[in-house]
């Protein structure tokens, strides 16, 4: 069974930075594809970015390019999401997702984008 643990959503004010983590345990994190989504309440959850399970292949959706990075390190069993210039139509809740035959969810964590 795979566990992923998100950490480093807190409260930002616009234009800041954050960086998320999601570590992974109990499988093997370097074959699976690793994905952030977000989801406000009471709204679908939505596609942010993913990436290949090497790393060598990156997505985004459209209104986060060129201020979102995600990254991985299979060393360490973790995926970033690396989150520049923050708008307040950022704030939602982050969730970890990998996919490696069966599709695993983290719980989230909370991003508030607010002066």
């Known amino acids: 069974q795979v566990q992923l643990v998100e950490s480093g959503g807190g409260l930002v004010q616009p234009g800041g930075s954050l960086r998320l983590s999601c570590a992974a345990s109990g499988g093997t994190f370097s074959s699976y594809a690793m994905f952030w989504y977000r989801q406000v309440l009471g709204q679908e959850r939505e596609f942010v970015a993913g990436?290949?399970?090497?790393?060598?292949?990156?997505n985004y959706r459209d209104s986060v390019k060129g201020r979102f990075t995600i990254s991985r390190d299979n060393a360490k069993n973790t995926v970033y999401l690396q989150m520049n210039s923050l708008k307040a139509e950022d704030t939602a809740v982050y969730y970890c997702?990998?996919?490696?035959?069966?599709?695993?969810w983290g719980q989230g964590t909370q991003v508030t984008v607010s002066s």
């Open positions: 997702k990998a996919i490696g035959g069966r599709t695993y």
């Open positions: 990436i290949g399970s090497a790393g060598g292949s990156t």
